[in-house]
């Protein structure tokens, strides 16, 4: 492994070779090799901080690269593995049928893709006008039911997936997410489903995206706020709310909307301040469409978007929501691109993109 040199030794002729930055492959703005920028960058979005990126390099590898340093070069992979992720986004969102390649529905694969969307709130160095910090990342999931393995007690486990993510309007990261879809199969296979938490901005980018797909609401999204509903209506009860809880899920998961709509109705919360905070009623009646539970789950779709919620578990959280943590608009978006590469099991196209031909595949360790 090259790290950071400018001769080379010949022991028959025990005689010092100087080389040059491009026999080395030096990155000019770095001053070092792209096999070192490539570890530094890959533990970096590993651990919880560039820190404890020093500590563990020196430790380790005997490096010794203060925090500044592996920031930069953080940044240095991640912003030009997202540039060329927004390049390719744009040019397929340009000619979505050739990037599609569309064929026959005769022709098309008897498979379910799936496309889950989230947002989570990370804290950034930019404040909006009423004073907060607090921006959200859109994380997007792509996989296909044949790439899920189910296990005996009932859950199952994705073997293969594709995260993307992004800091900003949906107008970028709906660019992302659509050419993830596309690189799953999207316009290949015979269906597609959508999951989402019922924000509008989600429903309203997959119908512009993907107009032929079935859209579901996540089920234990809504069963969250059936029972914040139920705990306002009978606060300190247990008992009571609880029993109020299970008996509109029930309704909503046997497709008897209009007695779990009554249900509601006929209990009405304490004030109006209270009842704008969940707005049940609202939130059910306006996701009609995407709340078939019996009829998904008879078609064998899945119903519930935890395998997103986890997703920002360990894309987002796990290493940009560190106390005291604050971000650059840049910074995050760099960072949330490499982690949404590790968790995809995609490293590999990382090491790729920063090689120049020196080396052949399969030279270099396997990505995690």
């Given at each position: ?171 970028e990261f709906k660019k992302l997410l659509f050419e993830s879809a596309v690189k799953a199969g999207y316009g290949k296979v015979k269906r597609v489903v959508i999951l989402g938490d019922g924000a509008v901005w989600i429903w309203n980018m997959c119908k512009e995206l993907f107009p032929d797909a079935i859209c579901i609401l996540d089920l234990f999204h809504l069963k969250e706020k059936i029972f914040d509903h139920a705990k306002l209506l009978f606060p300190n009860n247990e008992k009571k709310y609880t029993k109020w809880a299970k008996l509109v899920s029930y309704y909503i998961e046997t497709e008897q909307v209009k007695k779990a709509l009554k249900k509601i109705k006929d209990n ?101």
């Amino acid at each position: 492994m090259t790290l950071i040199r400018n001769i080379d030794y010949c022991p028959p002729c025990r005689k010092t070779i100087p080389q040059g930055d491009n026999e080395l492959g030096i990155i000019d703005e770095i001053r070092a090799t792209e096999d070192f920028i490539e570890i530094v960058a890959y533990v970096a979005q590993m651990v919880a901080s560039y820190e404890n990126a020093s500590d563990l390099l020196s430790r380790t590898m005997g490096v010794n690269i203060n925090a500044n340093q592996i920031k930069k070069i953080t940044d240095y992979v991640g912003s030009r593995i997202h540039k060329e992720q927004m390049e390719k986004a744009e040019e397929s969102c340009k000619k979505p049928e050739v990037a599609m390649g569309i064929i026959p529905e005769r022709e098309k694969r008897d498979i379910t893709l799936y496309i889950a969307t989230d947002g989570s709130a990370v804290n950034t160095r930019i404040q909006d006008e009423d004073g907060s910090t607090w921006k959200e990342m859109k994380l997007g999931m792509t996989f296909l039911d044949k790439d899920v393995k189910k296990k005996k007690d009932g859950t199952f486990r994705i073997k293969k997936k594709e995260y993307v993510a992004y800091l900003g309007s949906v107008n970028e990261f709906k660019k992302l997410l659509f050419e993830s879809a596309v690189k799953a199969g999207y316009g290949k296979v015979k269906r597609v489903v959508i999951l989402g938490d019922g924000a509008v901005w989600i429903w309203n980018m997959c119908k512009e995206l993907f107009p032929d797909a079935i859209c579901i609401l996540d089920l234990f999204h809504l069963k969250e706020k059936i029972f914040d509903h139920a705990k306002l209506l009978f606060p300190n009860n247990e008992k009571k709310y609880t029993k109020w809880a299970k008996l509109v899920s029930y309704y909503i998961e046997t497709e008897q909307v209009k007695k779990a709509l009554k249900k509601i109705k006929d209990n009405p919360l304490p004030t109006v301040e209270l009842e704008k905070k969940v707005n049940l009623h609202g939130y059910i009646s306006n996701n009609i469409e995407r709340i078939k539970y019996l009829e998904y789950r008879n078609k064998g779709y899945y119903v519930g978007s935890g395998m997103i919620e986890a997703g920002n578990k360990v894309v987002v959280q796990k290493r940009m929501k560190q106390a005291g943590q604050r971000w650059s608009k840049e910074g995050a978006q760099n960072m949330v691109t490499l982690r949404a590469k590790y968790e995809s099991g995609d490293w590999q196209d990382v090491q790729n993109k920063l090689l120049t031909g020196r080396e052949t595949p399969g030279t270099r360790r396997k990505a995690a």
